[in-house]
């Protein structure tokens, strides 16, 4: 069976596309509480946002990776194109919210999701990808390519 470069699992076992309305009932939700713990989003501001989302066009890509034994979501991802004035009217990716359910970990499965957000923005013209991750992350992104930068900073309301 094909695998993908840098991937420990099995190709086929996953398909990893572009999130659908039809995601909320295959566990797209649960999974993010995964990352972030929130109440359930009514199936109202999911379809609201994935319409927002979706006007934005391949600017905004979320990922899932849906498991093809189970139909449920083993996880996703996002990448943001920001659009700039600097390096010419250049263009940057910002990759957000990668998360893969804690029973499919340690599989290459999340290695698979940012290799394909990474290759979309360079599609995209990015001349960089960057995100922000805890200090015990650094792992994982420097095997998916990324190196350390800079100090990240935040201000929270
Ligand atoms: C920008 C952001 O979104 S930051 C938020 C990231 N998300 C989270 O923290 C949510 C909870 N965690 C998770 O969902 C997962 O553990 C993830 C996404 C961090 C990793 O997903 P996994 O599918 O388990 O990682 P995967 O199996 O692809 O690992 C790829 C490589 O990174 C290594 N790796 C994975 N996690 C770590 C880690 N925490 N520290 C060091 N190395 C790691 C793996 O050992 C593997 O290396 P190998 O090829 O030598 O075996």
Do not use: W
């Not at 990352?35 to 934005?56: K, N």
């Not at 990922?63 to 139909?71: F, P, Q, R, S």
């Not at 979501?73 to 194109?81: D, M, P, S």
């Amino acid at each position: 069976m094909a695998s993908e470069a840098g991937a420990g699992v099995d190709a086929d076992a996953y398909r990893i596309r572009p999130l659908e309305l039809g995601d909320l009932s295959k566990g797209f939700c649960d999974l993010l509480a995964q990352l972030s713990p929130s109440a359930p989003l009514t199936e109202d501001s999911f379809r609201s946002r994935f319409a927002e989302l979706a006007a934005l066009g391949a600017d905004h890509l979320v990922l899932v990776a849906e498991d093809a034994g189970t139909g449920r979501i083993a996880a996703a991802g996002a990448v943001l194109v920001e659009r700039k004035f600097i390096r010419r009217c250049g263009t940057v990716g910002h990759v957000e919210d990668v998360v893969v359910d804690a029973a499919a970990r340690g599989r290459g499965l999340g290695e698979r999701v940012v290799r394909r957000l990474v290759e979309h923005a360079r599609a995209r013209g990015c001349y960089k990808v960057i995100l922000n991750c805890t200090p015990e992350l650094r792992g994982f992104y420097a095997k998916c390519g990324f190196v350390e930068k800079n100090v990240q900073m935040g201000l929270y309301f």
